[in-house]
């Protein structure tokens, strides 16, 4: 591995290292909040519909295929077909995140807001969390379609290094999907 490669490397180990130490935080935070509670979500509030939590998972595992298949293409040096690819994973990121504002939209409109208790302020707090680490991969990935422009001998690292982030990402949203909206 050449000492680019290395550094590149270990600096996205350090991102997503610190990122997971983030999160892992909020879902401990999250399960002392929940484990006592007597009830959950608290009386008088509904639990939120999965329709849209689900929507959003289906398109950001989906969008997370279509990543995995960018490192692929870029593995074969066929980059035309990563950068289709790239954008199949832009766009799904960008509809993930029209669906989270959907959820918020929801929440309000169920008289849930930022202020109405512990529970709002966990929906609010993960999903907003989350949603700008989404941002943050999406300029990622908008990075990349400048890189898969005309790549050189980095272009690979740096569609790894996307790529898990991206995935992280994904895998975050998995666990809060089934964490704060399925138990």
């Known amino acids: 591995m050449k000492r680019n490669e290395l550094q590149s490397n270990l600096a996205m180990t350090v991102v997503l290292v610190s990122a997971a ?5 909020l879902f401990m935070g999250y399960a002392v909040f929940r484990s006592s509670a007597a009830t959950w979500p608290p009386m008088g509030t509904e639990k939120v519909s999965l329709w849209l939590p689900f929507l959003s998972t ?3 595992a989906v969008s997370s295929w279509y990543c995995y298949q960018v490192r692929l ?12 690819h790239l954008t199949l994973t832009t ?3 960008v509809a993930f995140m029209l669906a989270q504002s959907g959820l918020w939209f929801h929440l309000k409109s169920t008289g849930v807001f930022v202020t109405s208790g512990i529970f709002a302020s966990v929906m609010y707090g993960f999903t907003w969390i989350h949603a700008v680490h989404v941002v943050l991969g999406l300029f990622a990935l908008g990075y990349l ?5 005309s790549p050189t001998d980095a272009a690979m ?4 290094n996307v790529e898990k982030f991206w995935h992280f990402l994904g895998v975050v949203w998995v666990l809060m999907f089934f964490g704060l909206f399925v138990f």
């Open 21 to 25: 130490m983030l999160f892992i935080t």
């Open 58 to 60: 289906v398109l950001i």
């Open 73 to 84: 293409d870029v593995a074969r040096k066929d980059f035309s077909a990563a950068r289709g």
């Open 91 to 93: 766009v799904l990121g």
């Open 145 to 149: 379609h400048v890189v898969l422009r």
């Open 157 to 160: 690292q740096k569609t790894i």
